[in-house]
């Protein structure tokens, strides 16, 4: 399935969305949660320690699930399941494959020192999973609302074969067309 500027775009306007809910919401899960880590402030104090940084994190958090939508939009399709689970499974193959880096963040990042402990942390997982599991129900939602259901590849038929209703045998060496198979093939 090639890909589709509109289609891709519609997903990156998805996976914008889908951000800007999670970076809203995030002041109520710290306080569910009881883990006061903001994504949006990890974000941007690894570009800027300024008063800035809520601006810089808001717009590279945006930025980045923008870029995830855009990916989802074209590879969603080819995703195997119900399409409502497909968003949801997403946001938390993300979640599961980038957790362990919160292992580093107190060593490797500029303002490690300022942020709570999050490996090891069962509340700030929980806290992580309940992020992922948001952004990906609304961005497949607004994926799926947005673009609609994935065009079908339609199959290649001879249109003579296909109005006698004859079923066609099709070459697994590339030709597609037995007929076209040279005896040099068979050798």
């Known amino acids: 399935m090639p890909i589709a500027l509109d289609r891709t775009l519609r997903g990156a306007l998805a996976g914008a969305a889908a951000a800007g809910v999670w970076a809203a919401q995030q002041p109520l899960d710290m306080k569910r949660f009881g883990v006061a880590y903001d994504d949006t402030e990890l974000l941007g104090k690894a ?3 300024g008063r800035s ?14 870029l995830f939508g855009a990916v989802y939009a074209n590879v969603a399709p080819r995703i195997p399941g119900p399409a409502w689970l497909r968003g ?6 993300e979640h599961l494959l980038t957790w362990p880096s919160t292992a580093a963040v107190a060593k490797l990042h500029p303002a490690g020192d300022e942020f709570p402990q ?21 961005l497949g939602g ?3 609302a947005l673009n609609g259901p994935a065009p079908v590849a339609a199959p290649v038929v001879h249109d003579d074969v296909e109005a006698a209703g004859i079923a066609v045998a099709v070459s697994l060496n590339g030709h597609g067309d037995p007929s076209q198979i040279s005896d040099a093939e068979h050798a």
């Open 142 to 144: 607004l994926e799926r």
């Open 47 to 49: 570009v800027t320690r």
């Open 53 to 66: 940084w809520p601006l810089v994190g808001t717009a590279m958090h945006l930025a980045n699930g923008a």
């Open 88 to 93: 949801p499974a997403a946001g938390m193959a």
């Open 118 to 138: 999050l490996w090891g942390s069962r509340a700030a997982f929980a806290q992580a999973t309940w992020r992922h599991l948001l952004f990906g129900a609304v």
